[in-house]
């Protein structure tokens, strides 16, 4: 059983994110996603050893949308290493997450592997030498591998609406194509971003996945390596900086940890060897992250003294 204390704490917060009426709004420019109903809130904590502390809708999948692309840069850098930052850059950007001005300056390489354009740089470098069906596939069980839970499917629905509406990525996806960053055909690059974003997790499934980042790249449980320390290290740098967008500087500031948002109302956050953490309220702040969701890990933090910057 987990220790009575985080359970106490995560069942206190998930009570008092009940509660509150300033939920922010539900992310409308991906039609599928604009019906989710606001009034949900999971959160979960996966401490060192392996305890689980759950509140609120902690098993109801949602779409991991922006989360995925932790996972999917984790999968590039196994695949071509150091080779990636060809494609893509390692600085925050300041920008929104589908604003396309920085790339004009850049010759096409977006600023981070986690806004927009950087993560389908990152796609269309697992895309290479495969086919979309194949790179889908592959994303896909590694997120069962990592939650240790087969069970996990793409919602179709959202890919396909995300698809039909995505003429923003579309954009970003042509641009970086005409400066040569982005290699396959544009559309079966963005076929496998729609369909990773669309892949559909709970708090719970997230929580187990993200805890390789927590424990310099092996899950504590199985023992099992999935990147090397320093490459986890890396890749919490990247989500301290990068992970909320131009609310990245608010999201360090508040909640103290590396995290990853995702417009599906998602937040994965890591505290380096203590816990790992997925929290999900689908409405969101101006930036396009979720807001009841940053305020309980800013609670949790607070509580449990685990911001990386100190007590
Ligand atoms: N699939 C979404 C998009 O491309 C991901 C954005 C997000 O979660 N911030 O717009």
Redesign the pocket.
């Known amino acids: 059983h987990p220790a009575p204390d985080l359970q106490r704490i995560v069942t206190e917060i998930a009570d008092e994110m009940a509660q509150r009426t300033d939920r922010g709004d539900v992310a409308s420019?991906?039609p599928e996603l604009a019906g989710i109903d606001p009034n949900q809130f999971g959160l979960v904590v996966i401490d060192a050893d392996g305890q689980v502390a759950a509140g609120g809708d902690a098993d109801v999948p949602f779409s991991i949308?922006?989360i995925s692309k932790v996972f999917t840069l984790t999968l590039a850098l196994g695949m071509v290493g150091d080779r990636l930052w060809k494609h893509v850059g390692r600085e925050p950007s300041g920008n929104p997450?589908?604003s396309i001005v920085q790339l004009e300056r850049e010759r096409g390489v977006p600023r981070n592997p986690f806004i927009?354009a950087g993560a389908i740089a990152v796609t269309d470098v697992i895309l290479s030498g495969h086919q979309p069906r194949e790179a889908i596939g592959e994303i896909l069980r590694f997120m069962q591998f990592l939650s240790g839970d087969s069970s996990i499917v793409i919602d179709e629905t959202v890919a396909a609406s995300?698809k039909r509406t995505?003429f923003?990525?579309t954009a970003l996806a042509n641009y970086m194509k005409s400066f040569g960053v982005v290699e396959n055909p544009v559309d079966f690059t963005l076929g496998v971003?729609?369909h990773h974003?669309a892949i559909a997790m709970s708090c719970r499934q997230l929580a187990m996945a993200t805890r390789y980042l927590a424990y310099s790249g092996r899950n504590p449980s199985t023992g099992l390596s999935v990147v090397s320390s320093e490459r986890a290290r890396r890749i919490n740098a990247l989500m301290l900086m990068c992970g909320h967008?131009d609310g990245s500087g608010e999201f360090a500031y508040r909640v103290g940890l590396p995290g990853k948002?995702?417009?599906?109302g998602g937040i994965i956050a890591v505290a380096p060897g203590k816990a790992s953490i997925a929290v999900w309220a689908p409405g969101l702040d101006k930036h396009?992250n979720s807001h009841l969701g940053r305020i309980a890990l800013e609670a949790l933090t607070k509580r449990l003294g685990w911001s990386i910057f100190g007590v």
């Open positions: 420019y991906i949308q922006s997450f589908n927009n995300e995505g923003r990525n971003y729609f974003c967008y948002s995702g417009v599906g396009g």
